[in-house]
């Protein structure tokens, strides 16, 4: 039997068999296993607890010898927790976490063996690194690279089966300081938006002395039974299909998005839910999405940092806990051809320590000025940063979904829905004229009262859009389902730092030349609208005239990574980053590299698998196939029937072979552009030609074939677990 067929009898067998998950109350064990404050307060000394609570604020560095202290304390919270290992936990550029796990467990000089860890094991270590992607950073450099702890960011056990690992947040940077993962240029972005974001609030209110970017994601993923995938070795091996017909039940009824969650899937859903209580992270939403077998969840949003943490030991987490129930979760952007991809919408906004959201509609005139100045910078951010902001979510998976039918084109435009467009109308048309101080546009901006029409304003249509403004905060729903948010959050916090400083400057000329200071912010605010009008978009995103007009006012349209990918290092990108002080020019051009480099791996895979795929499945089956044809076709002829009785089966035999030969022709020659890609040395090039040579020029034909003979050949004999199958049988 084939292991499809297998799988298939697996299916009912497993549908029966779940595990139990325990119902508990979310606040008995949310955070449970975190070493939070509260926890700290329980195993430090005064002084450790002290020192720990202000690092988190981000005023002072932890001494070495208070390390000590802390590093005792959460070890003997761990071994209550029967820990028993530890790790610095990182998120190297791959796009994963790495873990190298270590034990307490050591030999004093005359043997006797203790458990140890100290402050030095707690603040630095140094991974034998040499296997991670570093874009030539580490060999220029450094051959060393160490991970460094982020005391922001709390410890955490991990339970694997009986295992239980204490991790510990850190940075990754190379040994003369080149950051080699997403978390430190993160932490440096954060900075340099509170800075530039206290500046600017401190022109309406003194009082505030920290702002902290949030962070809301919504992870979007594919549940599939593990027999199932197993069968597939695309999914194995890519995380989405390169073959499959489209099943005459898709997603056309619409009816999963509002139907009841499957109970296999529930039981793993609660399952990862306690998990992921147990380590702190806020889950909040969970629910069907529109495809077949697709899901989301959703938590209550965080601190970036924090939140960027979470998000990617949630995809962690659910991909083990998804085992236990033999299921398989697919992260990737686009699994299923003609189906919905998934994404990760970023929810984001900015907190002052004085509990404003900067985001949200104020009270009065002045909150209402605050808001518009953070408003505006923020779409000024995005007019001038578009091609970076594109950029930062460019990936070969993500390039799949960007511009398909249902996700936002790879056009970079901001919605603000119909009131603000209006008030930014307002305040443009006064072009020429002076604000006063007892102006309309400054006393009336009566965006309060409005809120409720602002959020009435939220419809399906901004759904289309990649950049939104949604109340109270804006949703970033370009980035892509596999990405690390910290990429794109760092790129974002960058701009909008950059664009406030600029802002505060240009208010401080004019007040220096004699404006008062709400006339003054009102000029720039003007400016500024003036300045990037052309980014607002209203209308259906999804839409060809969209594009056409977005061609028409010069907003780039970047279709594919490789081309995409150069924003991140022209001039322009290399001062905006390093006058904020987020990458030096080389880390820039590494993160280039490593990001080229990606790609082309990604499409060479594929492209592997594809060639593996035809040869050892495709083929076989439809040849068996062909043969059954040939036979009967030659026992009619031998049995003296008419050919006019036979014609169906001449007919088929005709296609098969067809397709057949189709198959083989195209992927000889797909392997023959590989080969002339592969001896390419500049990886742009080598980049452009995977994806406009291999890519472009065969996937999509050599599927046509292979789909073409799933829908002709015996059913008893195609070996690949079909859509309906992957889609439908949980
Ligand atoms: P939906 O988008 O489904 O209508 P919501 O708008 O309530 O749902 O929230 C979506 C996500 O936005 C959630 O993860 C939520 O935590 C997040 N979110 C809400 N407010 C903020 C904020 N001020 N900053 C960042 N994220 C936020
Ligand atoms: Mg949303």
């Known amino acids: 039997m084939s292991l499809r067929f297998d799988a298939i009898n697996h299916v009912s067998h497993e549908r029966n068999n779940n595990p139990a998950v325990a119902s508990q109350k979310i606040t008995a064990i949310f955070g449970e296993s975190v070493f939070n404050v509260k926890t700290a307060r329980e195993y430090l000394s005064d002084e450790a607890y002290k020192s720990l609570v202000n690092s988190i604020k981000g005023a002072k560095k932890i001494e070495r010898n208070v390390a000590g202290q802390i590093a005792t304390g959460i070890r003997a919270w761990a071994e209550a927790k029967g820990v028993t290992h530890f790790t610095h936990w990182f998120q190297p550029l791959t796009g994963t976490t790495a873990e190298k796990h270590d034990s307490f467990f050591t030999l004093k000089s005359d043997g006797t063996a203790i458990e140890e ?229 970023n929810n984001w906004s900015l907190a002052t320590d004085t509990g404003v959201n900067l985001l949200a ?157 709400d006339i003054a912010i009102m000029q720039v605010i003007q400016k500024y609208i003036v300045s990037s009008k052309k980014i607002l978009f209203e209308g259906d995103g999804y839409s060809e005239e969209w594009h056409k007009e977005a061609e028409k006012r010069g907003l780039p349209n970047l279709k594919t990574t490789p081309i995409a990918l150069d924003a991140m290092v022209t001039e322009k990108a290399k001062k905006l980053f390093k006058e904020n002080n987020i990458y030096s020019h080389s880390e820039l051009e590494a993160r280039y590299e490593i990001e080229l480099e990606k790609y082309i791996k990604k499409v060479q895979i594929e492209a592997r698998i594809m060639g593996d795929l035809a040869t050892n499945h495709i083929i076989p089956s439809a040849l068996k196939y062909q043969n059954e044809l040939l036979k009967n076709v030659s026992l009619l002829r031998e049995a003296a029937l008419p050919e006019k009785l036979y014609k169906g089966q001449l007919a088929l035999l005709k296609d098969v072979s067809t397709h057949i030969q189709q198959v083989y022709d195209n992927v000889d020659a797909m392997v023959e552009e590989r080969k002339v890609a592969n001896n390419i040395a500049n990886s742009r090039d080598k980049a452009i030609a995977y994806e406009a040579k291999v890519k472009a020029q065969y996937f999509d034909k050599i599927r046509y074939h292979v789909d073409k003979l799933e829908q002709l050949v015996d059913d008893e004999l195609w070996t690949l677990p079909k859509y309906r199958e992957l889609l439908f049988l949980r």
């Open 361 to 517: 509609p104020g009270k009065t005139p002045k909150t209402n000025l605050m808001f518009l100045t953070f408003f505006v910078n923020t779409i000024k951010a995005v007019h001038d940063y578009a091609d970076i902001l594109r950029a930062g979510i460019a990936s070969a998976s993500n390039d799949f979904r960007l511009g398909a039918n249902e996700a936002p084109p790879a056009i970079i435009s901001v919605f603000v829905g119909e009131y603000l467009t209006k008030v930014l109308n307002d305040v443009e048309s006064r072009v020429g004229t002076k604000f006063d101080e007892q102006d309309e546009a400054i006393l009336k901006l009566d965006l309060h009262r409005s809120i409720p029409e602002l959020l009435m304003d939220n419809t399906d249509r901004n759904r289309t859009s990649p950049f939104a403004f949604t109340g109270n905060k804006f949703e970033f729903r370009a980035v892509g389902s596999t990405a690390n948010c910290g990429h794109p959050m760092t790129i974002l916090n960058t701009i909008v730092a950059d664009t406030l400083n600029k802002f505060a400057a240009e208010v401080e000329a004019l007040t220096e030349k004699g404006d008062k200071k």
């Open 117 to 345: 860890f100290d402050g030095a094991a707690l603040i630095q270590q140094e991974p034998d690194a040499s296997s991670f992607p570093s874009g030539g950073l580490r060999a220029t450099f450094e051959a060393r690279g160490y991970t460094a702890w982020d005391p922001s960011s709390p410890p955490f056990i991990i339970e694997i089966g009986n295992g239980k690992t204490l991790c510990v947040p850190t940075i990754f940077v190379s040994y003369t300081g080149e950051s080699l993962d997403y978390k430190a240029p993160l932490m440096k972005a954060t900075e340099a938006l509170n800075k530039a974001a206290v500046t600017v609030c401190n022109l309406f209110d003194k009082n505030v002395s920290k702002v902290t970017p949030t962070l809301g994601w919504e992870q979007e993923y594919f549940v599939i039974d593990e027999a199932l995938v197993n069968a597939r070795p695309d999914l194995l091996q890519c995380g989405r299909t390169v073959f499959g017909a489209a099943p005459a039940k898709g997603q056309q009824l619409e009816d999963h998005y509002f139907g009841s969650i499957p109970e296999r899937v529930y039981a793993f859903m609660r399952d990862y839910e306690n998990e992921s209580y147990k380590l702190g992270i806020p889950l909040r939403t969970r629910h069907n999405e529109v495809a077949p077998a697709q899901f989301e969840c959703a938590p209550i949003f965080e601190e970036v940092n924090i939140a960027v943490d979470h998000n990617i030991l949630l995809m962690d987490v659910m991909s083990r806990v998804a085992k236990r129930h033999h299921l398989v979760v697919l992260l990737h952007e686009k699994p299923f051809a003609g189906i919905n991809g998934s994404g990760k919408h």
